[in-house]
C-alpha cells in the first residue's frame, strides 16, 4: 500500500479551509510523473496520463468523503470515503502510471487544490479487463497527526 504524502500548498489550504470535505467532490486522479510535492498547488500542475480505455479525464471520484478526529489521540484527523475507487481497463490498456493524485474538483480559490499524492513505488500497467483499487474506506488516509 502506499503511503500519502501531504502538498506542501495543501497544508496552507487545509488551514485557509480551502477543502470543505463532505461537501466538495474529491477526486483521484493517475499520473506516470512525480509531480513536485513543495511547489505543485493546483490540477494543472500535474501532468495527468492520457484517457480512455476505462481511464476518465479527471479521474474518479471519491464517494461520500469524511473528515473525522479517530483514536483516543485526538490530534489523529482521517480521510475516508464510503467505497473503493476501481480503475478497470476497457477496450485495450490504461496508460501506465505510479501515482495518484487527490484533488478537491470544487474549489475555484484556488482552482482545484491537491491535497495528496500516492506513490506506489514502480509503474502499474493495467491490460484490458485488468483493474485497479483503491479502498480508503476502513482505514482511511491519515492526513493530520
Request: contains cysteine; negative net charge; charged residues 10%.
Amino acid at each position: 500500500m502506499a503511503t500519502l504524502t501531504i502538498f506542501d500548498k495543501a497544508k496552507k489550504n487545509i488551514g485557509l479551509g480551502k477543502f470543505v470535505f463532505g461537501t466538495d467532490t474529491m477526486k483521484i486522479m493517475l499520473t506516470d510523473s512525480a509531480p513536485n510535492i513543495n511547489t505543485a498547488e493546483i490540477l494543472s500542475d500535474v501532468t495527468e496520463i492520457a484517457a480512455g480505455n476505462g481511464y476518465s479525464a479527471g479521474g474518479a471520484t471519491l464517494a461520500s468523503m469524511t473528515y473525522t478526529e479517530t483514536g483516543t489521540n485526538t490530534s489523529i484527523w482521517e480521510l475516508t470515503c464510503a467505497s473503493p475507487v476501481t480503475f478497470t481497463a476497457s477496450g485495450g490498456a490504461i496508460a501506465q502510471f505510479r501515482y495518484l493524485v487527490l484533488y478537491d474538483a470544487t474549489q475555484t480559490t484556488p482552482l482545484k487544490p491537491l491535497l495528496g499524492l500516492l506513490d506506489y513505488g514502480s509503474e502499474v500497467n493495467l491490460a484490458s479487463g485488468q483493474s485497479f483499487s483503491l479502498n480508503i474506506g476502513a482505514n482511511g488516509l491519515i492526513l493530520v497527526q
